[in-house]
């Protein structure tokens, strides 16, 4: 007669302990793919929000509304002198599409600068929104 497998409980322990360990390990090396692939994501995106404006915004509308023409980048390129555009604008209320449009005039020229100024309300009718130092008419 055959004696009964005493030892069957213990194979199936170590059997599941080691499986258990392979299970840690794939656990551990898919966390450790997960994080390095989060790491380059991280990276990626910062390089490309440090691209210029040109480079990141596209103008996918029909009539290509928000593009700067071609007679406007020859007048851009042709500058001698500085130019700052002064883009006043009530906090809170600025506009997207105006402030993509103003970068890509920036990044056209290192003669052109944007600079954005504050203001905290609107002004009163019949006050003039400009300062003495204005363009000469």
Known sequence: MEKPDTHLPEKKKSTQREAGRVAFRGGSYSLLISLVVLAILIVVNAFVSALPTNLTKYDISSSK?????????????????DVTIYWIVQSGEEDQVIENLLGKYESLSEHISVVKRWRAIPFPRGTPTHTAAAAPR
């Open 65 to 81: 509304l928000y593009s700067i023409t071609s007679n406007t980048k020859v007048v851009v390129n042709g500058l001698e002198d």
